[in-house]
Each structure stands twice: as C-alpha cells, then as structure tokens.
C-alpha cells in the first residue's frame, strides 16, 4: 500500500516480447512531477504503464522493480497499487450514470449516501460540469466524457497517475484545455504522473522529463 | 424404452422385496363376496395403467375416477401410457425381481398380444373374477364371442370387457355414392382399379394398417380355422399366398402407386378430407363422427362395413396378479361395466366407443337412455355394423408384419 | 476453481461422446450383460445388414447429406459473392438470420405443408389457375429420392452457414479487396470467390462439417420429410433403439457404428471434393478470364435464398393457420371458418411438456453459462484461448452423429442408476447447449475492451466486482443472447431427449415429431407453432431485458 503524495520509482526496469528487448526505464517521479516517456506504437511504452499499473498482458515479460513511496509494490494486485489510469478514450462505464462512474470509483470508507453523493457532484464541478450527475455518458460531448473521466480517477484517490495518450483523441483548442486540466489537478493534489504519448506537444506541456523509447528496436 | 423401467424397477424391487414379503400374506379379495370386496376397497388408491393419447378419453377415465371416489371411496390414478407393453414390460420386471405383492400397477387397460402373453406368463390375477363382478349381468357375452376370446385366447375370466371395436369404413358422400363402395375386398379391389390412387392403408407395423391385412386375410384364406392356431405350426407362405396376391395386384392402384403410405390412421383420414383418398378405414365407428365434430372432416362423410363381415375385438381391462389395490381395482372394473359408464362412453359427446352390455339385458330406462343417444351423423347404429371376424392368433399379425416389410418396405 | 473450468467443460463435452460411442461399440459387436449379451460376436452386424433394403437406407443417408449441404454451401456463397455489402444483401441477411432459431421439427412440417400436393402452394393456384379440384397423386414429401428432405435440410441450413460465413468476413478491409478486383474487370461474383472467399471458407469448415454430421444423422426431419419404403439409416436405428423387443437393441448399436461409418465417409467425400473445388478454382483464376457478366447468376442466388427463406415463413404462418383452422378442404386457399377447439382441446396436454421443456432448457442454459463464463474468465487471466485443439473438442458433439454415442449413452446413464432422471437429461443437454452458448459468446467476450478491467482493478475494484459491475451488465446483452440461441438449441432437441430421457421426458419438439408422424394438422399446427415460439420468445426477451435495464443508457442498451 503506498500514501498520497509520494515518489513513484522505476527500478531499472526493461519489457520484452517474445525474447526482444522493447524498452529500458530507471527514472523516479516526485510528486506533482510529470515523466513523459514517448514513442512511435508498438515500441512498448503502453507496456510500461501495463506493467505498473499491473495488468501486464501474459505474452510480455518485464524485469525490474516499482516502488510507491519506498514500498516494493511490482509484485502487488492491480487492486492494491492505487494507480490513476487514463487512456485516449474516456471508458466510461456505458450503463451508468455519470454520478454512478464516480461513486464506483469513490473508496468505501467516504460515508454516508448523502457525503458520497455531495463529494461526486463537488469533484464533477471542479471539472467544469455542475449539474452532470444523473446524465447518461453516451449523451455527453468527447471533451466532456474526457473530463468525467478525470473526475473519475480523481476521486478515487489514487497515488499516482498513469496517462496513455489521454488528449490524443480530442480536438486541438479541447486538447491544451484538457491538459491543462489534468496537469493542474496533478500537481494541487501533488500526484507522480507518468505519461506515455508519441505527441511532443503533450510532452511540451507536461513540462517535465522526457524519456524517449523504441529509437533502437530490435538493438539492444 | 423398457429397459429404463425395468432396470429402475429391478432397483426398488430389490431394495423393497424383503420388506414386501414378510407383508404378504393378506388374501386375494374374493369377488363371490362383493361386499367384503366393497369395504377392503374402501380408501385404496388405483393405479390404472391406460394409453393416455386421446383427451376424450383421458377426460372419460376422469370422470370414472370421479364417478367411484364418490360411490365407494376408491381414488383413481390414471397412469398415462403410450405403448401398453410397457406396463406388461414392467410387471414382468417386477415378478424377475421377485416383487409378487405391492405391485405397482392395479389395473391395465389390454387386449391381444399383451393380453396373450400376460397370461402365457402367470402374470394375471383370476381366473374367473370377471363373472362374479355384479355387473356381469349386462355384459353380451352370448353374441359377442370377443367378449370371452381375445385374439382366439379364451380369457379365462382374467380380463374384464370394456368396450367394442370393429373396422368400420368411411367415404365422402358428396363425392362418391353410397351405393358404389365396396361391400368385400375383391370389390375393394375392384374399385381401386376403377379409381387409382384413392384408397390406401396405414403402413404396417402400423395397428390400423396391420388390421386391414387381417381383414384381406381372413376374406381370402380358404380355410379360416388354420388362422386360430400359432402361424408358427403351419404352412405360412402358403395360407398367406391369396393375402400377398392380392397386395400385389391392388398395389399400383394405390395412393402414390404404393411408394408411399400413410403414417396412421389420423394421417389417412386428413388425406379424406383433402380429397386425397376417397375411402379410409377406422376400427372406432365413432371416429368420422367426432372428427366432423372437430371440423376435421366434412359433414357430408358417412360410415359402412362388408355385409360379410369385417374385424372385429374387444378391449379388456386386467388386474396383474402382484396390484397392490386388487379390491379397489374389482370395484372400478365393475363400474365401468355398469350401464351408467357404458351409456356414457357410448355417447359420442364423450366417447363414443361401443358398449359390451347387451340392450335387452338393461331396463327399461336405460334402454330409453342408451336409444336416445345420438350417435353421429356418421355413426352407423349397433345393428348396422354387422358381423364381426374374429381375431386371428397374435402370432399372425407379427409375421405378416415381417413379410409386408419385406415385400413392400423396399423400394424395388 | 476458476483454473479448473476449462478442463471440466472439455471433459463435459468429451466424456459423454467418448464413453458414449465405447456404450455403442460394446453392443454392437454383443456384450451387454443386461440383456444377456456376455460374449463378443459379430453377429449384431450381421443381423443389421440382413434387414430388408438396409443398403438402400445406408446410401440414402450418405448421400441426401452430402448433397444437401454441397447445395447449402453453394448458395452461401453466391449469395455472399453476389450481394456483400449491398443494402439487397441486409435486408435479405435481416429476413434470413431469425430462422436460425426455428427449430428443425418445425421447420419440416412447414415446409412439407407448403410443398405436399395438398399443400398451400397447391391450394393458392387451385383451381383457377392448376384446373386442380382435387390433389394430384404425386409423391412430394417423403418421396423415395428424398428430394424433399434434400430441399428441407438446405433451406434449414442456409440460415447456420450464412451467419457464420458473415461471422467469418473481415470486416473492413473485405469490400476493398473485392473493389480492387472490380477496377481490374473482374465480375463481382469473380471476384469474391477469387479473394475473400477461401480465407472465409477455411475458418467455416468446423461448421460446414457439424452440418455434414446433421445431415447424414438426422432423424427429426427425415421422419417428417425423407423416404419411408424404407426409411433412412438414421430413423430405422432409432425404431429399432425404441422397440419393446429389446434384443433389437444389438443390431440398433451395430447399425449406430455403420452410422458413424456413413457420416465419416462423407466427410471424407468432401475433403475430396474440397480439393477438386479448390484445383479447378485456381485454374480457373489463372486463366485471367473475368465473369464480368454475372447479373443473371446474381439475380438467381438471391432469388433461391429468398425462395427457401419465404418456403419456411409461409411454411410456419400455414402452420399457425392449421391450428385454428375450422373445415379446411382442398382447395380453398384458406380455413371456411376459425375455431380454438383443437387449442382449448390440447392445452391440457400442452401444460406438462411445456414445463419440462422450460425446465431442462433453463436449468441447461443456465449451467452453461455458467461454465463459459468460468471459462472465458480463466482465458481472460491466463491468455490462453486453447487454439485450434479446444475449437475441435468443442465441437466434438456436434461433429459425431448424436446417434452414434447417444445409444451408448443411454445404456450407460441406465446402468449407473441415473437413466431417465432430471440430472440425465438436463446433462445431456448441456452437452449440445454448451459448444453453441461458448461460440457465441466468445466474439463478444473475446473483443471486450480490457481497459475497463484495467481501469476497475486500478480503482480497487476486486476480480469478483469487476466482472458483475462491468464486464457482466457491459455484456448482459451479448450474454443473453449466447444464452437465448442455447435456449433454442436446447427446445430443438430431439433425439437426446428422446433416448437419454427414455421417452419419459416429454418436450414440446419430442411431441411435435411424435405427433406429427400422425396426420393431424391442427396437431401439427399447434405444437409446431408453441415450438418455434420458445427460442422466439427467448431471443425477444434477450433484446428485451437490456433494453428495459438500461432504457436510460443509449450506449448500450440496444434495439
């Protein structure tokens, strides 16, 4: 179990398909920081957050270590990890209401009905969209569903984030909106996030380290 | 499907045989003394094993049920079959197994073969309970010779009569004339001739179309007599050579030239309503009359026989010799032969099968009630059906089976 | 336990074919202790091919199969070469996929009410057109050729292989491959076969041979439909399986192994005939000859599709008109009058089939779902979907002809004490339910986006709330669906239940045969129709639910 507010460590760690060597990370994130590992596709950096977020699909193998505020978490259930995940389509739960997806994703242990309900509409109106809470997600615009999304792995309190080419999807003006969004959030809240994208401008606004991958496939 | 049943009844049969025994020494109920018969009855359950494919008269076997538990006390479960060997089957099983009380079947619905090998096995309670029923007194057994030999097997008094059956024909009168049908085979033939493919028969094994050979055989055999004996003692193919001669020569005249037949007897008779066939066959007089009934057949289709004779039988009611309610058993095969029940299933509204009591043996009421039946319009009355040909031995029916299906089961 | 799923539903599937068909093989070379067979003979053989016209029956089988599914698959695929991706081929696809569900029984005495010379077709041009007053004296159903049993087997396989030849078409890339060809002069149809067919046709064959195995094996429609002097090998073994004369039962297993003979010598026959197909295509296509002129064999393999999905609506609404039908003589075109009196007189007896047909297609669907959903859900963890291998046993029962093991089942069933109960037949039918429930569900399964586990498992979400808050209502409608198409394999049952409940489980589809044998059509009508109604009424209800569930929810609650 790793707290809020803490370091997010990759510990040397390599993925490989099918004996070849995809890519190679030893990098620590600090919280509110920002790593942005970027690649052309199939070069393994969606791997990587798999891997992390500990859904590594049985055909990959991966060596190396995670650690969540000094806590070895590589060998943790998804479950217990706490990771944050974002993909370039919002995902939400298509039968549920909008409120219905943050109080999924809302821990137990926030009580009663009445405090859940209230947290849910605070956390949609910090997203811009007050109001939102009994709507259906197939009714909503891409960028809006982008930000329920938001709120979504917000509310669950995570310890870090993992984003996989979150803006990729959305349309340009809607994009810088969007990424603005998530890396403020990230760094009030003061969570490591790790961003994988083949874009440089997310890289750009990310503002902090960038590590590319997938330049000497097949190399190592 | 037999062999599920008995090897399930083999399974209870051991597991309850020593437990049966020891209870057995209760005496078989004596049907001299009725009375006795009639309080022992009182409060059993019985298990009537019958076919159960008809809803007319699986609705007549309610009423009797009814009709007893109010009279004398006695519950009626009709056990609904599909093939009676199977309830032969499963007191056979049952006596393998040692199981010779507590039976599981009180009463049987039977005749023929089942009947014939029922007996031939020790497996039927008598003999001669069937004469001490009260209700004998009614019974026809003077003029109607089926009544006591079923299929040529005299019945001992181990079998009680419930009803008549006799091969009766039909023929649409708005398309054929009355007085242009058939009055024998060699006619039938004839007519055939004249008329291609609008006469047929059931495709034997089938029990109609296995009949309607017999009725051929028993009118072409030169001897009847040699059809009283086991087909096995005697020449076969030589009795039956006139039978499959005439096959032969009726066959092309056949509906669909005798390369098809029709399934059974309800296949035959949609084939009359379609004006497929013009002349189908039956062994209830009563059938064409219910059928028009149910908008089956027109209204316009009437009923005849052969002034010579055609088939005729009698269907039974038997107790096997391990029922487990043999009193109430007694008592409900005593209703069924009482006028009141007789009346009733004559009655085409209900039934319409024929009795086996005899008019002048009932009184004057009833005689008034059973008059006043209407029959069907297309119901030929009890004097109009003629004699009846007795049943050849069992053993008949089933190697003719065999040849048919040899001669003509295969296409050439 | 999630591990152990796959390896039960294999041995669900394998163990009753395989001790099955050894059930069959022991009786039939004479050992059955039961019935007094304690030594091993040949004579059931012997005594099986000495039957009259035995030959006959055996060369009947082999061959209205084979050619009824060589005819079947011909049409699928001029269809699909003539019509895929038109709005022609939708509309046709959309008339043609719900008579997947309507079960074969059914379908057959439709059909043969349609084609009989006192049939609807006949009526509806009599006399005005025909001059007929009365019906001719032809042999249509149930002729010696089987011709009507060919034609019924096709039009009621047509529906299977076109769904699962759609099921097999790249979607995307498909209409491009086909334009390429047009732009090089090629006929549409040429085309078709030429590019997309042959990848489509390897990944059918599985299906195309449990066809085979139905069409050589089947008893339901060969009853109703096929030659009676003499009958088909599969109809004689069964007759011979249910006579009281229970010795009959050693000639029957000889027979049922001569059966499995049969089908496998079709399938040889086709793996032939696959070859010589497949050489003279590439010849053909070699020769850079371009059919460009094909709209007449368009407009014929959607005229014969069409044709043979209109014989069996027609056949079905006919069938719903006998039932409550009055007077109906020939040839009026319809009833002189409607009455519910053959209803009203056999809903009593209707009630308990009915019942144990809900009962044992529930409880069977139910069982599994269940196990698929183990299964799909240990796929899910370890990756591995078993490939080709798991494929083949999954269609293990639908590949042996059911006689085959179903006789050695039954003995079997009956000799461990559990012959004839509930747990046998509900057991038995799983064993068919089960491959159809898992190749439908499978796609959809298969193609679920697994982002959504991701994102449920990170916000802590266990495996068990992770599959019933979102895999399970995300795929409640393609799980309902798998499990309504299993509900009308199960309702579809004949033999299964025939044998393994020993006659003493009626359904609706053993009654419907049973009765059907005899001519009344009123009958007919009435069971015919309450048995096409049941797998009608689970697909509506599988459409329906989600739809009531999720009304709110436009993503994913469907129609």
Known sequence: MCAASTVLKIENVRIALAGHDLLHVDAAIKPGEVLTVMGPSGSGKSTLLAFIGGFLDPVFSASGRIFCSGNDITFERPQARRAGLLFQDPLLFPHMSVGANLLFAMPPKIKPQVKRRQEAEASLASVGLEGYFDRDPDTLSGGQKARVALARVLISQPAFLLLDEPFSKLDADRRDQMRRLVFDQAKQIGLPVLLVTHDRADAEAAGGTIIEVGITRNGQ | ?????????????????????????????????????????????????????????????????????????????????????????????????????????????????????????????????????????????????????????????????????????????????????????????????????????????????????????????????????????????????????????????????????????????????????????????????SAIKNNELPDTVRSFTFSGGTLGNTHFVAIPYNASAKAGALVLSNFLISPEAQIRKQDPNFWGDPTVLAFSKLSDNDQKMMQSLDLGIATLKPEELGPSFDEPHPSWMTMIEAEWAKRYGVAN | MLKYAPAFALGILAIPVVSGLAGTLLPAFGYLPALGGTSFSVQPFLDFFYQPGISQSITQAFLIGLIATII????????????????????????????????????????????????????????????????????????????????????????????????????????????????????????????????????????????????????????????????????????????????????????????????????????????????????????????????????????????????????????????????????????????????????????????????????????????????????????????????????????????????????????????????????????????????????????FDKRYDAIGAALGASQARIFWRIRFPMLLRAILAAMAVGFAVSVGQYLPTLLIGAGRFATITTETVALGSGGNRRIIGIYSFVQMMLPLLGFIFAALVPALLFSKRRAIRGA
């Open chain 3, 72 to 447: 079947a698959l011909v049409l699928v695929a001029a269809f699909l070469a003539a019509w895929y991706g038109t709005r022609t081929f939708r509309a046709v696809q959309h008339f043609v996929s719900p008579l997947l569900a309507v079960p074969h029984a059914a379908a057959a005495f439709g059909f043969a009410f349609m084609i009989a010379p006192s049939g609807f077709l006949a009526r509806l041009f009599s006399p005005w057109l025909t001059g007929w007053e009365r019906p001719l004296d032809l042999l249509i159903v149930n002729d010696r050729l089987g011709l009507a049993l060919i034609v019924g087997l096709v039009v009621k396989e047509v529906p299977f292989l076109l769904l699962v030849s759609m099921a097999a078409l790249p979607q995307t890339q498909a209409l491009k491959a086909v334009q390429v060809t047009q732009a090089l002069g090629y006929g549409r149809m040429a085309g078709f076969l030429a590019t997309l067919w042959p990848p489509v046709y390897r990944q059918i064959r599985l299906p195309i041979f449990a066809v085979i195995a139905y069409a050589t094996a089947n008893v339901d429609m060969s009853i109703i439909l096929g030659p009676s002097t003499p009958e088909t090998l599969p109809v004689r073994l069964v007759g011979w399986m249910n006579d009281p004369e229970l010795s009959l039962r050693f000639m029957a297993c000889a027979g049922a192994i001569v059966q499995i003979a049969v089908t496998m010598a079709a399938l040889c026959c086709w793996l032939a005939l696959e070859q010589i197909a497949g050489a003279i295509a590439r010849r053909i296509f070699k020769t850079g000859v371009r059919f460009s002129r094909d709209s007449w064999l368009r407009i014929i393999a959607s005229g014969s599709i069409i044709t043979s999905a209109l014989l069996i609506f027609g056949g079905l609404i006919v069938l719903a008109i006998w039932s409550v039908a009055g007077l109906w003589q020939f040839p009026d075109a319809l009833p002189k009058s409607l009455s519910f009196r053959s209803w009203s007189q056999t809903l009593p007896s209707l009630i308990e089939p009915l019942l144990t047909t809900l009962v044992v297609g529930l409880v069977s669907v139910l069982i599994s779902i269940a196990i698929v959903l183990a299964c799909l859900a240990r796929e899910q963890q370890t990756g591995n979907t078993g490939g080709n291998k798991a494929l083949l046993l999954l269609y293990l029962p639908l590949l042996v002809p059911q006689i085959g093991f179903l006789f050695g089942l039954q003995l079997l069933t009956l000799s461990v004490g559990v012959g004839a109960s509930w747990f046998a037949v509900i057991f038995v039918h799983v064993v068919f339910v089960l491959p159809y429930v898992f190749l439908s569900l499978s796609a959809p399964w298969r193609s």
């Open chain 2, 1 to 289: 499907m037999r062999i599920t049943k008995n090897l399930i009844k083999y399974t209870i049969a051991f597991a309850v045989s020593s437990v049966a025994m020891s209870a057995a020494a209760l005496a078989d109920p004596d049907a001299k003394n009725w009375d006795a018969v009639l309080t022992e009855a009182k409060g059993q359950t019985v298990y009537w094993n019958a076919w159960g494919g008809s809803t007319q008269i699986n609705a007549y076997i309610e009423w009797v049920g009814d009709q007893i538990a109010e009279k004398n006390g006695v519950k009626l479960v009709h056990v609904k079959l599909d093939d009676t060997a199977n309830a032969v089957a499963a007191v056979v099983a049952e006596k393998a197994a040692g199981k010779d009380t507590g039976g599981a079947i009180d009463l049987i619905w039977i005749n023929g073969e089942n009947f014939a090998s029922m007996k031939k096995q020790g497996l039927l309670f008598g003999p001669n309970w069937v004469q001490q029923q009260p209700n004998w007194q009614y019974v026809d057994y003077e003029t109607k010779p089926t009544i006591e030999t079923d299929f040529t097997i005299p019945t001992d008094g181990m079998e009680s009569p419930w009803g008549m059956a006799k091969l009766v024909f039909f023929h649409d009168s708005a398309r054929t004339a009355p007085d242009s049908m058939p009055d024998n085979v060699d006619q039938l033939l004839k007519w055939a001739e004249l008329n291609p493919g609008r006469f047929s028969y059931p495709q034997p094994p089938d029990f109609i179309g296995s009949s309607f050979l017999k009725q051929v055989l028993i009118e072409k055999v030169a001897d009847k007599s040699v059809l009283q004996s086991d087909a096995a003692n005697v020449d076969f193919a030589a009795v039956t050579q006139p039978l499959f001669d005439y096959l032969d020569q009726l066959h092309p005249s056949l509906w669909r030239s005798a390369k098809a037949f029709p399934k059974d007897y309800p296949s035959m008779s949609q084939l009359l309503a379609d004006g497929e066939l013009d002349i189908t066959f039956a062994f209830n007089p009563a059938t064409a009359s």
